[in-house]
C-alpha cells in the first residue's frame, strides 16, 4: 500500500516562475528587504530565540575575553584588551546579523545601492565637507591636541574610535524610527500604483485598486521585522557617507599635516624627543597619523549628529532615500493583499 505524500503541494516550475508572489519574494530579496519574505522573517525569528543565541553569547564572551587578556598581556598594554574585545564583538555580531538574522541582502544592497549612488554621495560630501575642513583644521592645528593623541596608543584610539561608532549608531537608532513611521501615514491607490511601477506587482496592483472590495492601502502599516528593515537599510546607508566622509577628512589631514608640520613643530606640539616616521614615507609621523585618526573619527560622530538634527541636510538626504522606501511599502502592501486574497480562495497554504 502506498503511502501518501503529506508534504505541502508546489507549483509546477514554469507556473511558480510567473507566480506574482514568487516574483516579489525574489524582487524583495534583490532590493535588500529580505524581512519583507516570510520565510526570511520566520528564520530570523528563530535566530533570536534564547536557545540559540544565548549559547553563542557565552561562546564569544569566553573566546574575547581570553584572546584579549592575552594579547594584553603580551603587549604590556592595558588598552589592548578592549581593543580586541570591541572589535571581535563587532565582527561576531555582524557576522551573526547576516547569516543567522538573514540580513545580508540588506547590508548589501545598501552599501552598494549608496557607493554607486553618485548624486548620494557628492551631495554628502560637498555639502558636509569644507564646513566640517575649517573645523576640523582649528583643532588640528593645536599642540593640546597632538600632546594628547601622542601620549595614548595605538588601540586607545581604536577603542575611542569604536566606541565613537557606538554613540553613532545609537544616535540613527533613536532618531531613524521617526522617519520610517511617517512612510505608511498617507497609502491610497494612487500611492500603491506609483510604488508598484515597474515591479512584478504592477500588474496585480492596478486590478487590486481597482477592485472595490479589495483594500490594498489597509496592508500598508510597517512593524515589526519590516518596520526594522526598513531602519536597518537607512542605518547602514547613514554608515556608509560617515565612512565616506571620514576618510575624506583623514585623507586631507594627513595631506595637510605631511605638508606644513615640521619635525621640529610635532616635537614641540607632542613633547616628544624623536618622531616616530611610518616606514618608506618619510614625510607621515606615527603622531601625525594618529592626530589625523583620532580628529577624523570624531568629526564622523559630529556629521551624524548634525546630519539627524540639521533640518536642511535631513530633507535633501530623505528626498533621495524616500522614493526607494515609498515603492518598498508599496509593494509590500499589494504583495500582502494578494496573499490575504489568495489565503481566502484557499491557494495559499
Not at 564583538?89 to 540580513?103: E, M, Q
Not at 546607508?237 to 594627513?254: C, D, K, N, S
Request: proline letters at 4%.
Amino acid at each position: 500500500m502506498t503511502t501518501p505524500d503529506r508534504r505541502r503541494p508546489r507549483l509546477p516550475r514554469r507556473r511558480a516562475e510567473h507566480d506574482p508572489l514568487a516574483a516579489t519574494e525574489r524582487w524583495f530579496l534583490g532590493n535588500g528587504l529580505s524581512y519583507f519574505v516570510p520565510a526570511e522573517r520566520a528564520a530570523a525569528r528563530a535566530a533570536l530565540r534564547p536557545r540559540r543565541a544565548l549559547p553563542l553569547l557565552a561562546l564569544v564572551l569566553v573566546v574575547t575575553g581570553a584572546l584579549g587578556g592575552l594579547l594584553g598581556w603580551v603587549s604590556h598594554q592595558v588598552s589592548a584588551a578592549p581593543a580586541l574585545w570591541l572589535s571581535l564583538a563587532v565582527v561576531v555580531g555582524l557576522g551573526y546579523v547576516s547569516t543567522a538574522l538573514r540580513a545580508r541582502p540588506i547590508l548589501t544592497f545598501a552599501v552598494v545601492r549608496t557607493l554607486t549612488s553618485v548624486r548620494l554621495l557628492a551631495s554628502t560630501l560637498t555639502r558636509a565637507l569644507p564646513l566640517l575642513l575649517v573645523f576640523v583644521a582649528f583643532l588640528f592645528i593645536n599642540a593640546e591636541a597632538w600632546q594628547m593623541t601622542a601620549s595614548l596608543t595605538f588601540a586607545t584610539h581604536w577603542v575611542v574610535a569604536l566606541l565613537l561608532l557606538g554613540s553613532g549608531v545609537v544616535f540613527l537608532l533613536v532618531r531613524l524610527p521617526e522617519e520610517v513611521d511617517e512612510l505608511d501615514d498617507a497609502v491610497d491607490g494612487d500611492f500603491l500604483l506609483r510604488a508598484c511601477a515597474g515591479t512584478p506587482m504592477e500588474q496585480t496592483c492596478a486590478r487590486l485598486v481597482a477592485d472595490e472590495d479589495a483594500d490594498p492601502a489597509a496592508y500598508a502599516r510597517i512593524a515589526g521585522f519590516e518596520r526594522w528593515n526598513l531602519i536597518l537599510a537607512l542605518l547602514v546607508t547613514q554608515l556608509v557617507q560617515v565612512f565616506a566622509l571620514v576618510a575624506g577628512v583623514f585623507v586631507f589631514l594627513l595631506l595637510f599635516g605631511s605638508i606644513i608640520m615640521g619635525q621640529e613643530t610635532q616635537l614641540a606640539w607632542t613633547t616628544l624627543e624623536a618622531t616616530h616616521h611610518v616606514p618608506y614615507v618619510s614625510s607621515v609621523s606615527a603622531e601625525l597619523v594618529k592626530v589625523s585618526f583620532f580628529l577624523s573619527a570624531f568629526s564622523g560622530l559630529y556629521f551624524t549628529v548634525n546630519a539627524v538634527t540639521d533640518d536642511t541636510y535631513r530633507r535633501q538626504f530623505f528626498s533621495l532615500v524616500t522614493r526607494e522606501l515609498e515603492r518598498a511599502v508599496g509593494v509590500r502592501a499589494v504583495y500582502l493583499a494578494l496573499r490575504a486574497e489568495r489565503e481566502r480562495d484557499g491557494a495559499v497554504t
